[in-house]
């Protein structure tokens, strides 16, 4: 897969030090520790509410490997129904053509200022730097992406971008960016916190011109786009502004409204524990006559990005992600570094499938060897997407590609060699029993070791009982 | 034996054969005493899953064959470790797909391959196991044997019928120590990090022994615990069932 221009810029090559970062800063690692009991128990107890939540997975893979084996058909319908409703839908090979899409909307309208709902696809194509370096100011309208994008950071997780700040970093971004650094006007409690936001969103959601949402589905019978949502902001960015612009990327549709429904029973419960989101919200097309509200011009930018490369590939399955943010929620790795460490716009493990495919594999290959394969994050995903085994299948590409690291080339090519070489690998495993057994001492511990530094830089290496099991076995010793 | 409910071979495993041989003597005898004839097939040495792991196929495959050709022809294999039991019974067939020569073989390989504790719970029907062990245990579920192979129940209802032994759960049992094959020395910062979290996990419950099914985890665990100062003992669940829990613990002087 050749290598895309990541837009945003990535940080994926530096995945080690920035983990080693985030695991030396304390402030990140009390909200990690919050997040990890807070979703975790809530997904449980859904699932323990439904027993047919299974059952439900299953369905809802269905749906998606049926519309993965005909997309085209499904877009091609979809974008028929959005247009009989009086809309238009843009076709985007990659991140520049939908940014230049978006641009061209908005400026079509003379828009000055954009209301945003939350949208991965928008940071995937970095669309708020793109928009303000054309005089035009985006304003996140999603609490958590609002934080993040005074702070100026990216989202450290798909579903609660804000999740690594605490409420005092956030009180004093609100201060700085409020009270013009009046720190007589901080806030302490979340509820201030949030009624000081809604009451600045409020006054932005009226003076927005075109307001852009995401798209958690596409619905291909019925030209309908759906999102989500907790906070109702997605439904006053998409009403309130003369245009709606609607960014997904293709595999987001479904065939009907039928669908829809099935993949949302299990996409709430996976995300957040809810049954149900707050707001299920369905947009089509324009504002019709007779309508009470509603914008005047409903666009909707469909991206491709590369995806319809992966559909022909061995990482066809994560194409049914309904980013849900399971999988990062049960992610041991994401528990301890968070999302900022992975360097680009989808952290986790869907992360690490993902981004090798969208910035590239040499700028991205930390993130699929970052992985334990302890399997949680395909136990856990409502579209059985098998997570492990696409992250194997990018260190194949890296391995056949010759990339591994030589370290890993070598030492695992003398250890093929050595096994398969049955006397001579027990004469070395015999060895290597009784040097570090000896270099255990008296008390069956080794505190550090050449070469072996990964091991021993946080643990004791716990020294061999001296012979191999094999010796033994020969010598018919601990044997009745 | 003269009479047997079946030759079972056992896949000692690179990491049993070279750390603690204990472990194969303890599954040995735990598989003896259900019943069954072991023997220790020659020739084998590795399954193949450092290779499979780094997305180097050809040389998994190359010890994937070795090992299909030394366990042709027993009833069953028996494998003290979730993680190359998972190698085989589940991987295999995914390395061999389409290969009319090796998949058919590589699949009755897989159908007849059981992780230990789960082979005697499941497989021998074996209830109890008539060992002892004065101490409050806590047990970690090694991931590939929960997620790829099921073993989750049948360990802790062995271990509820060694006579001396309270089973004290920690808050998350299943979630990775950090080990993880070459993860552990590839991303040794983030692998610390998750063992600390494991180790706070299995201090905070209070036990006395800390055990698993595998042996990575368990010289992960052992290794960490160990550098913090702790007491905690750390053994192979086979160890304690099979009676053996008088030995010295993993890393341990006594």
Redesign the interface.
Known sequence: MSTLPASPPSTAHAFPLNAAGAIADPALQKAMGRLKGHFIDKRAAARARLPEFDALRDAAKAIKDHTLAHLDLYLERFEAQVTAAGGHVHWCRDAAEARAAVLAICREHGARIVTKGKSMIGEEIGINPFLEAHGIEPVETDLGEYIIQLAHEPPSHIIAPAVHKNKEQISDLFVEHHHAGDRSRRLEGIPELVTEAREVLRRRFLEADVGITGANFLVAETGQTVIVTNEGNGDLTQTLPRVHIVLASLEKVVPTLEDVSAVLRVLARSATGQEFSTYTTFSCGPRRAGDHDGPGAFHVVLLDNGRTRLLGSEFREVLRCIRCGACMNHCPVYGAVGGHAYGWVYPGPIGSVLTPALVGLPEAHHLPNASTFCGRCEEVCPMRIPLPRMLRHWREREFAAGAAPAAARWGLGLWAWLARRPALYRAAARLAARALAFLGGPERRIRSLPLAGGWTGGRDLPAPEGRTFQALWAEGRGRR | MAQTRGRVALL?T?L??????????AA?ALLERAGYAVE?P?????C?Q????????A?AR??AE?VIEAFEGYDHVVVPSGSCGGMIAVHYP?LFAGDPAWEPRARSLAARTRELVSFLADVAGVEATGARYEDTVTYHDS??GL??LGVRDQARRLLGKVAGLTLKEMRHP???C????????????????????KAADVQATGAGTLLAGDMGCL??M???L??EGSAVR?RHVAEVLAGMGDR?A????S
């Not at chain 2, 450092?50 to 196929?57: H, Q």
Request: net charge positive; with cysteine; aromatic share 8%.
């Open positions: 000692v690179c049993v054969d070279l750390f603690r041989p204990t472990v194969g003597f040995v220790v020659p020739g084998q040495t590795c193949g450092p290779g499979f792991n780094t997305g180097d196929r040389s190359a010890l070795r995914e991931c590939s997620r790829e299943e979630v990775c950090g080990f993880g094959g070459t993860f552990c020395v590839k991303y040794p910062a983030i692998s610390v990090k998750m063992a600390s979290e010289l992960n052992a290794g960490r160990a550098r750390v010295p993993i890393g341990r002087a």
